[in-house]
Nanobody, 124 residues
Framework: QVQLVESGGGLVQAGGSLRLSCAAS????????MAWFRQAPGKEREFVAT????????AYAPSVKGRFTASRDDSKNTVYLQMVSLKPEDTALYYC?????????????????WGQGTQVTVSS
């Protein structure tokens, strides 16, 4: 079992930056690929970024590539999403997720554990 708790969301102006954190419980955290998804009001949950269990590989949605960076610190059981050059269309509830499946996965049903989400709002 892995429990995930996101933090770091907030209100920021367009062009600004935020860093999201996802703290995981459980001794097997390092065995999981981790990902970030987001869901805006009235829209489906969409893939944002993922990082392999080793941290050596990452993948991003085209809409965030070059602006968002996923990283992990297994000594702290934490995964991060650094977001820069934020746009109003990045406004959403951001979720952290863990998958025990082979990297890489970008669909929600391939992820076994989910956090409750942290809200990111980007004003224009």
């Amino acid at each position: 079992q892995v429990q995930l708790v996101e933090s770091g969301g907030g209100l920021v102006q367009a062009g600004g930056s935020l860093r999201l954190s996802c703290a995981a419980s459980g001794r097997t955290f390092s065995r999981y690929a981790m990902a970030w998804f987001r869901q805006a009001p009235g829209k489906e949950r969409e893939f944002v970024a993922t990082i392999s269990w080793s941290g050596a590989r990452t993948a991003y949605a085209p809409s965030v590539k070059g602006r968002f960076t996923a990283s992990r610190d297994d000594s702290k059981n934490t995964v991060y999403l650094q977001m820069v050059s934020l746009k109003p269309e990045d406004t959403a509830l951001y979720y952290c997720a863990a998958s025990g499946r082979e990297f890489y996965r970008n669909v929600a049903q391939d992820f076994d554990y989910w956090g409750q989400g942290t809200q990111v709002t980007v004003s224009s």
